[in-house]
């Protein structure tokens, strides 16, 4: 039996809707409006992006050469016009637009809501530096607010587990896209600040298109990062991806997995920075104790400790000398001050008045003052003489003159 089927590849049925699409002069030289999504440029030069209105979405590729007479940055949520020709990309199986020149009509209205919350919440405060808190170095518990589901959260704990396996994490599943997202994200921060058992928050989602993380860009979300007691990492879509929320974070990761690599120290390195420090504290305190060693041995080989009994005897030899010279030059002093003491002494007997008394002398007194002229007494007076061993009470009968 033959089989009458007519049979085509996959590649073949691509190539002949793309020669039917490049035969509409329509759709070779074509303007299109619409709000970009999705926007990646990539390392090659070549932008990819998604055009977007009310009721449908158009994949479009702007190859470097075209892109390199752009007038403006293209980013998500930018109103354009567009202009280029639709085919088919064989390979992927879709139709796209492959744009020559691209002019900016305005910016979309989730991208004005941005910029406008980001003005005024700056305006605020919100984003100074000095109100950010730091990010702990050792935690032993990290909160992670996020879908209990999505890609992020398997790349977080992942992380964690090969950095620092003995930190533990603790998740609180949330909405990250959709009506209810914002609100359940709060409701997730609010948790961990009520109940105090984690030392960081991380927050945040993969990537998306500025639709997908609009959560992270209400202002109850960042109102509740920003008033978080404790320190949150924000960690929402890719590298390229900005959210209100990364300016209003303690910290903002490019990734989730890059989030819990700067959440946790990597166990690995440090290990290997502390055998490095212990190796090098080793090392230190050898070569100090060797130098002390030989420092030691140097004054073990001075003669105060070789020669130590024969210098003691020495100086004991020194010492009864100087305290032999001490006792001569102190006897000598004691001589010299004795004969001068006794020499004084002589004086000082010579010049007292009571040693004329022993030879036969006295002292005449008139009311207590001495007598020594007839003139100071008169007949009758009553006088006293002192003596040797005492005084006589006398009575003047008569007084004459030598002369």
């Not at 002019?103 to 979309?108: H, N, S, V």
């Not at 930190?167 to 359940?184: D, F, K």
């Not at 609010?190 to 030392?199: G, I, Q, R, W």
């Amino acid at each position: 039996m033959t089989d009458s089927r007519r049979i085509a590849t996959v590649t073949q049925i691509n190539n002949y809707i793309k020669a039917i699409l490049d035969k509409v002069p329509v759709l070779q030289n074509v303007w299109i409006k619409g709000e970009i999504s999705n926007f990646k440029l990539h390392s090659s030069g070549h932008i990819y992006l998604t055009l977007k209105d009310e009721g449908a979405v158009l994949k479009a590729v702007m190859f470097k050469s075209a892109a390199a007479s752009l007038k403006f940055k293209p980013a998500d949520g930018m109103k354009i016009l567009a202009r280029g020709r639709i085919s088919v990309y064989e390979a992927g199986g879709q139709y796209q637009m492959y744009i020559e020149e691209m002019e900016a009509e305005g910016t979309g209205d989730l991208y004005a809501k941005f910029e406008e919350l980001k003005k005024r919440l700056s305006d605020e405060g919100l984003f100074d530096e000095k109100r950010k808190k730091p990010i702990p170095t050792f935690p032993a518990k990290i909160g992670i607010v996020t879908s209990p589901t999505g890609a992020a959260i398997r790349d977080m704990v992942n992380v964690l587990r090969r950095r620092c396996p003995m930190v533990s994490a603790v998740i609180y599943p949330c909405l990250v896209q959709g009506e209810n997202a914002s609100r359940s994200i709060v409701e997730g921060i609010e948790y961990f600040n009520s109940h105090k058992n984690v030392d960081v928050i991380i927050v945040g989602r993969g990537g998306g298109s500025i639709e997908d993380l609009w959560a992270f860009n209400e202002e109850i979300t960042a109102r509740a990062v920003a008033a978080s007691l404790i320190p949150v990492i924000s960690a929402v879509g890719h590298e390229i991806d900005f959210t209100i929320c990364d300016f209003v974070a303690d910290l903002r990761a490019p990734t989730p997995s890059a989030a819990a690599e700067l959440a946790v120290p990597d166990i690995i390195e440090l290990k290997r920075a502390i055998d490095s420090y212990s190796n090098r504290l080793s090392i230190s305190l050898k070569s100090k104790l060797d130098s002390q060693y030989r420092q030691l041995e140097l004054l073990s080989k001075r003669s105060v400790f070789t020669r130590f009994n024969k210098i003691l005897e020495e100086r004991e030899q020194t010492i009864d000398f100087m305290f032999d010279r001490f006792l001569n030059a102190y006897k000598n002093k004691a001589e010299v001050a004795e004969k001068l003491f006794s020499a004084l002494c002589g004086k000082l007997s010579a010049l007292n008045p009571l040693s004329i008394f022993e030879r036969g002398y006295c002292t005449a007194l008139k009311d207590g003052k001495a007598i020594n002229c007839i003139n100071q007494v008169e007949t009758g007076d009553k006088i006293i003489l002192r003596v040797t061993d005492g005084e006589l009470d006398c009575d003047v009968i008569n007084r004459r003159s030598l002369e």
